[in-house]
């Protein structure tokens, strides 16, 4: 074997040990609440006495947290919460009964009856005094305005049309900004038109996205809509058709519209968006192979994330794959810039972007009267090629990147539906935490992986070049996002689930009330209040209490494991980052341990262990030197089991003698016997008979003694000089060529007839010529070329004559002859182009030849 150099053995360990991304794997909660211990908390499931709640259930639509009071909107019902009250408690304080009057019509239209109620899809705060509420209305919608102090309606009913969806499954988000409703939704019966729609403006006419229209809504499922800048966002999910050639394929949007939007011209656009644009959020896990999660199912408000505004989104898998989710962050900076990038369009099955020397000026989808259109006063009066642009690509490409490239947190199996967010958590109010609404009535309390200090930004806000070490960098979440809390909430027994619901385990709700330390939490059946954090479970333990890591609770030594809040005295404890070691061991009722066990639910579990921190230069200088390590000492055991070259030895001569104890060695061709010198025949051979009478010997086998009077030499040993040259002159007696010498010819093919002599009894099987081309072992003959022909002559069958044989001839016969029967003549073999190969077997039956 040969040597193997080192610098090849030493490649070979580098690629081998290199890592390769893998997908991150499902952390394990550090603390399990199951019903039992969730079974206290207050619920809200309807009214006491018989309103129809009792019977229907609360059929949850909607939520909103308005200064200390919460509103809930439900089927025929609004209710109002003070969020002061007992935390023992969750009841109403009041609330209003909007019950449809058109059922009739509503069933007349094939509807269910438990569709025909009116569903509270929308309730938003019109100015500090009232709020809008649309509802369904039996398929027949309408909006109303309230009281926030009184819940009494004020001024009349105006048409919910393209302000609140027909069905309550169907998608509606709405938002005063600047006096106008901004909604989305669907505006027909049908649920064919998509629109973006902005309404109930003083002095302004209606703007809505274009109609029937897949390049700008394609089966849209709206989520959040928000104000930030000039513009309104919408985020939203649909249907991409620029992957149509893939199916159906949900992906995740942000749709913008300036504000101060007065539509096109009317020549273009004419009472539609002028600014509409939209680009694809990008939520994945990065690898070689990237993974993506596309459906949007939830998205916060606006959030101070590390000193810069971000949203928060909860984003899920296809509905027809594995189920599993994923949590990120988008810097609001960031989703802004990327309304700067090309534009998309389709060229033939793909879309591609467009060259920007193609792009009018000013660019489609600003604002009037700011940046590139700051000389155009409204938008009204942009170029019509500007507006016919905008018509034909209100699509971007590229897509918006989350912070940290990934995701904060990912979750496999379970698919979450809600997120709230606390970025304000902890002592030092730094740390982020994570709620998240499951579809099988769990809610998960995440730390999230906190921003290095050392991060660099650039003097406008965002991260330098390179900088990758952010909020949700693989090497600060990998090792610093904790599962908190899994919290078991959904008990049916206690949550009616009103018919039609779907799943009615699915949280459909969250809303985190900071003051008051809790978290409201929303099924179809029930409302339910939560508590952000369960200190008291740790109370008695010192290390179970910091080695939770929940920035809720602090360990403050004459009271125990308490929730945070600023009264508490100074000299309470928490161990964020794990520095301290504390392994959440106690023994007994107090104190600290060093087993991995804790007292905290009154059931032992594994507790963490500590983190162990290695420095990076030592660890790099670490796998450095192993590989080194490891590459010398390959390299020295592949020099020292190296085997020394041994010589071939020379082929053997087929001629060679062999010893008795040698083996004997197998050959592909039968060996030929040597060719005799030509020598006079005495005496002329005589006719032979005619096969059809002359008899025959039954041929004794090869290594067998032949039977007695038989001419050819008993045993496996090679025949004599006179027997060999008896053989050859009867071989060569009839082959019809003159002059052919003796001993010249081949072995191949050739048929030679019995002599005539008595001899045992013989069958039917025993009449076809007995082969002789598998001479004894001898040195072959030389060979002639291909083409020099050979003949071999047969024993005529009629009385003396010229010799009869067979003759190998073309399927088609020759002039003259028989097609397929023997003719007279020699056997000739044609030239063929095929390599040499041993020949199959001849064996034809001896019959008389024909005349």
């Not at 209606?206 to 499922?221: A, D």
């Not at 040597?674 to 051979?685: K, L, N, S, T």
């Not at 007279?824 to 064996?843: F, N």
């Amino acid at each position: 074997m040969p040597g193997v150099p080192l610098p090849f053995v030493l490649l070979l360990l580098l690629l081998a040990g290199t890592p390769t991304q893998s997908f991150p794997r499902d952390l394990v909660a550090r603390s399990t609440v199951g019903l039992a211990a969730t079974a206290a908390y207050p619920r809200f499931g309807g009214l006491r006495g018989d309103n129809g709640t009792a019977r229907l259930g609360l059929d949850f639509q909607r939520m909103l947290r308005l200064n200390g009071t919460l509103f809930v909107a439900a089927r025929d019902h609004i209710y109002a919460f003070d969020l002061g009250q007992d935390k023992g408690t969750l009841y109403p304080e009041r609330h209003l009964t909007w019950e449809t009057q058109d059922r009739e019509n509503c069933a007349m239209r094939g509807r269910r009856q438990d569709e025909c109620h009116n569903y509270i899809r929308v309730l938003v705060p019109r100015d500090a005094e009232t709020l809008l509420a649309c509802g369904t209305n039996a398929f027949s919608p309408l909006c109303r305005t309230y009281q926030v102090s009184s819940l009494a309606q004020k001024g009349d009913e105006v048409s919910g049309q393209a302000r609140c969806p027909f069905d309550a499954k169907q998608s509606i988000v709405a938002l005063f900004v600047d006096g106008s409703l901004y909604s989305a939704t669907v505006a027909d019966f049908q649920a064919s038109d998509a629109v973006i729609y902005r309404s109930l403006s003083p002095g302004q006419a209606p703007l809505r996205t274009l109609k029937y229209s897949s390049r700008w809504l394609q089966e849209p499922h709206f989520v959040q809509v928000l104000p930030y800048g000039p513009y309104v966002y919408f985020f939203f999910r649909e249907v991409a058709v620029e992957l149509s050639a893939l199916g159906k394929v949900l992906v995740a949007r942000v749709a913008r519209v300036c504000r101060n939007d007065r539509g096109g011209s009317p020549r273009v656009l004419e009472r539609r968006w002028t600014s509409f644009l939209k680009v694809r959020l990008q939520c994945s896990v990065p690898g070689d192979t990237v993974f993506y999660f596309d459906v949007l199912e939830a998205v916060t408000a606006p959030q101070t994330l590390h000193g810069r505004p971000a949203v928060l989104a909860l984003f899920g898998t296809q509905p027809n794959s594995i189920p599993g989710s994923a949590v990120c962050a988008f810097y609001l900076a960031d989703v802004e810039r990327s309304f700067e990038g090309p534009f998309a369009e389709p060229r033939g099955a793909t879309w591609t972007p467009v060259p920007e020397d193609r792009v009018p000026q000013p660019r489609p989808g600003c604002c009037a009267g700011m940046g590139p259109a700051a000389g155009v006063v409204a938008s009204g009066d942009f170029p019509d090629e500007t507006l016919v642009f905008a018509k034909e690509h209100p699509l971007l490409h590229g897509a918006v990147s989350p912070a940290g490239g990934r995701p904060l947190f990912t979750r496999t199996g379970t698919r979450l539906t809600q997120l709230a967010v606390d970025t304000g958590a902890g002592p030092l109010a730094n740390q982020t935490v994570l709620f998240l609404g499951a579809e099988d009535g769990r809610v998960l309390k995440v730390l999230a992986a906190a921003q290095r200090p050392e991060t660099t930004q650039t003097p406008g806000g965002t991260p330098a070049p390179g900088d990758t070490r952010e909020l949700g960098d693989s090497r600060d979440s990998s090792a610093k996002t904790l599962l908190l809390e899994d919290i078991s909430l959904y008990d049916p027994g206690r949550c009616h689930s009103p018919r039609g619901s779907g799943v009615p385990s699915r949280v459909l709700g969250l809303e985190l009330h900071l003051p008051g330390r809790e978290l409201l939490v929303a099924f179809a059946g029930c409302l339910l209040r939560l508590p952000l954090s369960r200190c008291a479970l740790h109370s008695s333990c010192r290390g179970s209490c910091l080695a939770a890591r929940d920035p809720y609770c602090v360990w403050l030594p004459s009271r125990g494991c308490v929730p945070f809040s600023e009264d508490l005295p100074s000299g309470f404890q928490q161990d964020m980052e794990g520095s301290l070691g504390i392994s959440g061991t106690c023994q007994g009722a107090a104190g600290d341990g060093d087993k991995d066990e804790d007292l905290a639910h009154g059931v032992r579990h594994p507790g963490p262990g500590p983190e162990a921190t290695v420095p990076v230069p030592v660890l790099v200088g670490c796998v450095l030197g192993a590989f080194a390590l490891g590459a010398l000492a390959t390299g020295l055991v592949a020099t020292c089991c190296q085997r020394p070259a041994i010589p071939k030895a020379p082929p053997e001569s087929p001629c060679a003698p062999r010893s008795p104890a040698q083996p004997p060695v197998p050959r592909l061709y039968p060996a030929l016997p040597p060719q005799p010198e030509p020598q006079p025949q005495p005496q002329p051979e005589p006719p032979a008979l005619s096969p059809a009478r002359a008899p025959r010997h039954r041929e004794p086998r090869r290594g067998h003694t032949a039977a007695p009077g038989s001419a050819e030499p008993s045993g496996p040993s090679p025949p004599g000089q006179a027997g060999r040259d008896e053989m050859l002159q009867r071989l060569h007696g009839g082959s019809g060529r003159p002059g052919t010498p003796p001993g010249s010819g081949s072995f191949s093919n050739r048929v030679l007839p019995r002599a005539a002599g008595p001899g045992p009894p013989f069958g039917p099987h025993d009449r076809a010529p007995v082969r002789v081309d598998v001479p004894p072992d001898s040195p072959p003959a030389p060979r002639r070329p291909l083409a020099q022909s050979h003949s071999l002559g047969g024993i005529p069958a009629n009385p003396p004559g010229p010799a009869r044989g067979l003759t190998r001839m073309h399927s088609l016969g020759t002039p003259g002859g028989t097609a397929w029967g023997p003719r007279p003549g020699a056997l000739e073999r044609s030239l063929s182009m095929k390599p040499p190969l041993l020949p199959k077997p001849l064996l034809l039956p001896a019959t008389p030849g024909r005349p």
